[in-house]
């Protein structure tokens, strides 16, 4: 574990909303855990990764659906903010829970300028996979052309041909049909699971045995104790290879999500700078 660090205000933010929605989800029985960068930050550095910016955790779909409904119920509307996947307002296939009267606003040029940006952490949906490989095979694609259509209407940019026509071409297809496929429902007793819908984009690292998620301890994470998987060695080696080796400082820098950041002004005050923004386009995998 590294020393540790005096939290920016930005995550000190985004402790006090990991401990809100962890007050949701004891309230009303509803499991989580910490998820990629945010589970290395607690087993690595007992919090926060340093130069990291957000917090991830992942449900499996039937909580995650619960804790949606439970957030907006239970949480102060005034302060939060609940934006549920391929809502008005947000294309995207996962959610995310939002503080209100702040921005914190990304590397896009949204296509919908009343999309929330303000200040958030991201909840990841884990679903079913199937025992056949070919399905699987097919779920993955179903996922990536689910994911390619939001990114779209999101308004993600790229300079890559291939992923510009890919885009293109997945904005003909039947997004509900191929999400339905790809989450499978009614298969509750698969023995793995995945996470196409979350932030990876290879296969290998987005497919689990399902006890990783269902097996899971406190471990601390700054000043509280939030649940991980007791699996987390293996989880992590299947994200990360060696997790215990620090990124250079150049790949730190990657790791950085937000471009604009005002912890006590809502974004709306910011929609003008956003829109005369030019941002660097790139993609780059850090740990």
Not at 53 to 59: G, Q, S, T, Y
Not at 73 to 102: C, I
Not at 257 to 277: G, K, N, S
Request: charged share 25%; glycine share 4%.
């Amino acid at each position: 574990m590294q020393d540790r660090h005096e939290l920016t205000g930005h995550q000190a933010m985004l402790l006090e909303m990991l401990k809100d929605l962890d007050a949701v989800c004891r309230a009303h029985s509803i499991r989580y855990m910490l998820f990629s960068g945010t589970m290395l930050g607690a087993v690595r550095h007992g919090g926060f990764i340093p130069w990291d910016d957000d917090i991830d955790v992942v449900m499996l779909r039937e909580e995650y659906e619960r804790f949606l409904d439970a957030a907006e119920e239970s949480l102060d509307n005034k302060k939060y903010y609940v934006q549920r996947e391929f809502s008005a307002h947000w294309p995207m296939q996962f959610s995310k829970l939002r503080r209100n009267g702040t921005a914190c606003m990304e590397k896009y040029h949204p296509r919908d300028m009343l999309t929330h940006q303000g200040v958030y952490l991201d909840v990841f949906p884990c679903d079913n996979l199937s025992a056949n490989r070919l399905v699987r095979a097919f779920q993955f694609l179903a996922a990536r052309a689910v994911i390619a259509k939001a990114l779209h209407a999101r308004g993600y940019e790229t300079h890559s041909i291939v992923k510009k026509c890919f885009m293109q071409m997945c904005r003909l297809l039947p997004r509900k049909a191929l999400w339905r496929f790809s989450v499978r429902a009614n298969d509750d007793a698969s023995a793995q699971v995945h996470t196409f819908f979350g932030a990876g984009s290879k296969y290998c690292k987005n497919v689990f045995p399902r006890e990783w998620f269902t097996d899971t301890a406190g471990m601390r994470f700054e000043d509280a104790v939030f649940p991980v998987t007791t699996h987390y060695d293996a989880f992590l080696r299947r994200l990360y290879g060696d997790y215990q080796k620090m990124p250079s400082e150049q790949e730190r820098k990657y790791k950085q999500h937000v471009t604009i950041l005002d912890l006590e002004h809502p974004y709306t005050e910011y929609l003008a700078e956003q829109r005369a923004m030019e941002f660097d386009i790139l993609t780059r995998s850090i740990r």
